[in-house]
C-alpha cells in the first residue's frame, strides 16, 4: 500500500482537475473544521453556512492555490477571516441551545452508550461549552484551533495573523481559565 497523499499534493492534484483529491481534502477535514466554526459561531445554522463558505472559497482557489504554509493553516486561515466577518456583522455568537449542541456534537450512536454514562457526558459537555463561552475571543479561537484543528504553535499564528508568543500567551490563558473552571465543577 502506498503512502497516504499530503494535503497540500491533493490540493494541488484538485487544481489540476481531479475532484477525487477534493473529496480526500474534504473526508479528512470537514469534522473538525465544522466543529471549528460551530463552537466559534455559536450555532448550527451560522456554522453550516460558514462551512459552506470556507468550502466554496477552496473550490474557488483551485486553480491559484500554491504552497505557501499547510493546508490545514491556509484553510482555517480562512475560516478565522470568515469569522471575523461573521463577528463584524452579527455581533458576539449567541449560546448554543441545547438540542443543538446534542444533535451537533454527538458523535457517537446514544443507543450505544448506557443511559448512566451519556447522562455524566452531556453533563460533562455541557460544563466544557459553557466553560469556552467564558473564554475571551481570541483565546478560545487559539485554544479550538489546537484542539480541533490539531494545529501546532506555528500553524495557529499563519491562520491567525498574530505572533507566535500571542498564540502561546492565548492557550496558555486559554488552559488556565477552563482547568479553573471546570476545577470548580467538580
Do not use: C
Request: charged content about 30%.
Amino acid at each position: 500500500m502506498g503512502r497516504q497523499s499530503s494535503d497540500e499534493e491533493l490540493m494541488l492534484r484538485y487544481g489540476d482537475g481531479d475532484a477525487v483529491a477534493f473529496d480526500a481534502l474534504y473526508q479528512r477535514h470537514r469534522g473538525p473544521l465544522y466543529r471549528f466554526l460551530l463552537r466559534q459561531a455559536g450555532n448550527a445554522a451560522a456554522a453550516e453556512e460558514l462551512f459552506q463558505d470556507v468550502w466554496m472559497r477552496v473550490v474557488n482557489s483551485r486553480g491559484r492555490y500554491e504552497v505557501r504554509a499547510k493546508f490545514t493553516s491556509w484553510v482555517y486561515a480562512i475560516a478565522h477571516n470568515r469569522l471575523m466577518d461573521f463577528y463584524r456583522a452579527n455581533g458576539r455568537a449567541t449560546f448554543l441551545n441545547q438540542e443543538e449542541s446534542e444533535a451537533a456534537l454527538e458523535n457517537t450512536p446514544a443507543d450505544e452508550i448506557p443511559a448512566d454514562l451519556r447522562l455524566e457526558r452531556k453533563r460533562a459537555a455541557e460544563r466544557l461549552l459553557a466553560a469556552l463561552w467564558e473564554l475571551p475571543e481570541a483565546q478560545r479561537e487559539a485554544f479550538l484551533l489546537q484542539q480541533e484543528g490539531e494545529m501546532s504553535l506555528e500553524e495557529i499564528v499563519v491562520a491567525t495573523g498574530v505572533n507566535r508568543e500571542t498564540v502561546k500567551s492565548r492557550l496558555r490563558y486559554a488552559f488556565a481559565k477552563l482547568r479553573a473552571t471546570l476545577g470548580k465543577a467538580s
